[in-house]
């Protein structure tokens, strides 16, 4: 290996060249520290929330009512057929105006006799 002199100018700009390309070791050790501390905080929150929710299971069991259900389906039923109703009433609606736009402009281009 030889050495060369090289011009300080020279050294710095090529050593400032790298520093902007590259992290140091110490912030990448510092952005690894951070990013365990927050996947640690994350897992406590977690924790936390599985517990919430386990307790929030047992403080009130599931009460199925079989009329209930049967009558809030009938109601999505019904409700989900007035709806389709709606939208092809305005589809018709729409086709009707499109069709009116179409005959007034068919009316403007023909000459009077």
Request: net charge positive; charged share 40%.
């Given at each position: 290996m030889k050495r060369v002199l090289v011009p300080a100018r020279?050294?710095?700009a090529v050593r400032t060249w790298f520093d902007s390309?590259?992290?140091?070791?110490?912030?990448?050790?510092?952005?690894i520290?951070?990013?365990l501390w927050e996947v640690?905080?994350?897992?406590?929150?977690?924790q936390t929330l599985q517990e919430e929710v386990?307790?929030?299971r047992k403080?009130?069991?599931?009460?199925?009512?079989?009329?209930?259900?049967?009558?809030?389906?009938r109601l999505a039923q019904e409700t989900a057929k007035a709806l389709d109703g709606v939208l092809q009433?305005?589809?018709?609606?729409w086709?009707?105006?499109?069709?009116?736009?179409?005959?007034?402009?068919r009316a403007e281009e023909q000459p009077c006799a």
């Amino acid at each position: 290996m030889k050495r060369v002199l090289v011009p300080a100018r020279l050294r710095k700009a090529v050593r400032t060249w790298f520093d902007s390309r590259y992290i140091s070791i110490a912030d990448h050790r510092q952005d690894i520290r951070d990013a365990l501390w927050e996947v640690q905080t994350l897992r406590r929150e977690m924790q936390t929330l599985q517990e919430e929710v386990e307790r929030l299971r047992k403080a009130r069991p599931p009460v199925i009512d079989k009329k209930k259900v049967d009558e809030t389906h009938r109601l999505a039923q019904e409700t989900a057929k007035a709806l389709d109703g709606v939208l092809q009433n305005e589809v018709l609606v729409w086709q009707a105006i499109d069709q009116l736009r179409d005959e007034r402009g068919r009316a403007e281009e023909q000459p009077c006799a």
